[in-house]
């Protein structure tokens, strides 16, 4: 009766083991580095994405029913690469509980966002003040608070007058009787994400995955499309949204 593996079995059983080991450890490093630079840069994506569809609902709804105030103030960065800064305002009705709350029907809410030192801070606020919702200060804005966690590597604010082309700078429109100054027909906001830590990411080019309408460029935000090499994922939405209560 035969007992035991010669040494050759022995041998060649090792030799399987070790190559499917290495194929094994191989699948599994491959996975990891793919989770390590897949994972940031998907939840990147996922904040890029939240933040442009609260401000693309709420800039759509500028100056709905307000009969004087301030409803849009746009606020060109002062210094080289310096972000902006945008305020809107609007009347809360009936029906509008998802933007407002059901405190805030027949209120006026104020949303603000200021990007500065990579930290992209935003508030509510409304007026006259609502049990357990945000009051609005004295000069009438929002206290602000870090809206994301990622970094905020470019925050940039264009608007489009009637008849006119795209601009970034200083706008700011007050209603008067329910009519705008300065009216604003369309805003456009680019919003650039980076993450914390190097992962190994591929090389980005700002502006690559957008579909920018006419007139308007990364040069209109006063941005390169140059490729960003560093290795740090990244992620960028553009939110272009007419203004129809601004502009009419």
């Given at each position: 009766?035969?007992?035991?593996?010669?040494l050759v079995e022995l041998l060649v059983t090792v030799a399987v083991l070790a190559?499917?080991?290495?194929?094994?450890?191989?699948?599994?490093?491959?996975?990891?580095?793919?989770?390590?630079?897949?994972?940031?840069?998907?939840?990147?994506?996922?904040?890029?994405?939240?933040?442009?569809?609260?401000?693309?609902?709420?800039?759509?709804?500028?100056?709905?029913?307000?009969?004087?105030?301030?409803?849009?103030?746009?606020?060109?960065?002062?210094?080289?690469?310096?972000?902006d800064a945008l305020t809107l305002r609007y009347a809360c009705e009936a029906g509008?509980?998802?933007?407002?709350?059901?405190?805030?029907?027949?209120?006026?809410?104020?949303?603000?966002?200021?990007?500065?030192?990579?930290?992209?801070?935003?508030?509510?606020?409304?007026?006259?003040?609502?049990?357990?919702?945000?009051?609005?200060?004295?000069?009438?804005l929002p206290v602000l608070g870090r809206a994301l966690e990622g970094e905020v590597?470019?925050?940039?604010?264009?608007?489009?007058?009637?008849?006119?082309?795209?601009?970034?700078?200083?706008?700011?429109?007050?209603?008067?009787?329910?009519?705008?100054?300065?009216?604003?027909?369309?805003?456009?906001?680019?919003?650039?994400?980076?993450?914390?830590?190097?992962?190994?990411?591929?090389?980005?080019?700002?502006?690559?995955?957008?579909?920018?309408?006419?007139?308007?460029?990364?040069?209109?935000?006063?941005?390169?499309?140059?490729?960003?090499?560093?290795?740090?994922?990244?992620?960028?939405?553009?939110?272009?949204?007419?203004?129809?209560?601004?502009?009419?």
């Open positions: 009766m035969r007992r035991g593996f010669t190559l499917l080991l290495g194929i094994a450890a191989r699948s599994l490093s491959a996975s990891a580095l793919l989770e390590r630079r897949v994972r940031p840069q998907a939840l990147l994506a996922d904040e890029a994405s939240l933040l442009a569809s609260a401000l693309s609902r709420e800039l759509f709804v500028a100056g709905y029913g307000m009969d004087s105030g301030t409803a849009l103030d746009l606020k060109k960065g002062t210094a080289q690469g310096e972000e509008m509980e998802g933007l407002c709350f059901a405190e805030g029907v027949g209120r006026v809410k104020a949303v603000r966002y200021k990007a500065e030192g990579g930290i992209l801070s935003a508030g509510i606020c409304l007026s006259p003040a609502a049990t357990g919702l945000p009051a609005c200060g004295t000069d009438g590597e470019a925050f940039r604010v264009a608007y489009r007058a009637p008849g006119g082309g795209w601009t970034r700078g200083n706008r700011t429109v007050t209603m008067a009787s329910g009519t705008p100054g300065d009216k604003v027909a369309a805003v456009a906001v680019y919003i650039r994400l980076k993450g914390k830590a190097k992962t190994g990411a591929r090389a980005f080019t700002p502006g690559a995955s957008l579909a920018f309408p006419d007139g308007l460029s990364l040069s209109t935000f006063g941005l390169s499309n140059t490729a960003l090499t560093d290795g740090y994922p990244r992620a960028e939405r553009l939110v272009v949204t007419l203004t129809p209560n601004l502009g009419k």
